[in-house]
């Protein structure tokens, strides 16, 4: 079974500060994605990244893919109230299949 | 350009009976698959559909059936219904491997 093991399962910020969640396993997946879902909605695709070491840029959000293709993290900068939402990282084995880590529950104050 | 359609959002069902959801992938979108999400197990893998024919299973009952038709769009059917099903149900497809899109679920209660 592959697992995923995201971190922290919880983060309550500030406006402003910066963070960084982390998405770790023992297996290696052909490629992640990062998916931000709003209560009562489905995921949405925020990004995929394919190649072991791959780092991507989405405005203030930065993903980076392990070397290994074990491991991811999003790292957020100057985060804002709209960036609140339940994070998820999810590894893709087979065909589409996706095992998904338990998420970071993301809380920006004003 | 029209995203994945899930019917219907919301609805209640009584332990025993059955019930049956339905999802539009995005237009041209062949791979379809089934994730079932719950407080408790999070987001877990259903089944994958592709060109009509099952491609992946995830660890779930005999209960839990789908199948894909023609034009690509797919059932998920759930038989014999039981409290531990109330969750939601979502779909996604996808044109290539990488590139998956979830619509906005199927929010099933069990009572």
């Known amino acids: 079974t592959q697992l995923l093991e995201q971190s922290p399962q919880f983060l309550s910020i500030q406006e402003g500060e910066n963070l960084t969640v982390y998405c770790n396993s023992s297996?290696?997946?052909?490629?992640l994605q990062w998916y931000r879902q709003e209560p009562g909605e489905g995921p949405v695709l925020l990004v995929t990244?394919?190649?072991?070491?791959e780092v991507k840029k989405l405005k203030r959000l930065t993903f980076q893919f392990g070397d290994a293709r074990k491991d991811s993290s999003l790292h957020i900068t100057a985060a804002q109230p709209g960036d609140t939402g339940l994070y998820l990282c999810?590894?893709?084995?087979?065909?589409?299949?996706?095992?998904f880590g338990e998420g970071t529950q993301l809380t920006v104050n004003p | 350009k029209a995203g994945v359609t899930q019917t219907p959002r919301y609805l209640i069902k009584t332990r025993g009976q059955q019930v049956t959801l339905s999802c539009s992938p995005i237009?041209?979108?062949?791979?379809v698959s089934w994730y079932q999400q719950t407080p408790g197990q999070g987001l877990q893998f259903l089944f994958e559909?592709?060109?009509?024919?099952?491609?992946n299973k995830g660890n779930f009952p005999g209960r839990f059936s789908g199948r894909q038709f023609s034009n690509s769009r797919s059932e998920m059917n759930v038989s014999t219904l039981e409290l531990g099903d109330s969750a939601l149900y979502l779909c996604?497809?996808?044109?290539?491997?990488?590139?998956?899109?979830f619509g906005e679920g199927s929010w099933l209660t069990v009572v």
């Open positions: 996604a497809s996808s044109l290539d491997r990488h590139t998956i899109y």
């Open positions: 297996s290696v997946f052909s490629s």
């Open positions: 990244v394919v190649t072991g070491g």
């Open positions: 999810a590894g893709q084995t087979s065909g589409s299949r996706l095992t």
């Open positions: 237009s041209g979108h062949r791979s």
């Open positions: 559909y592709f060109s009509e024919t099952q491609r």
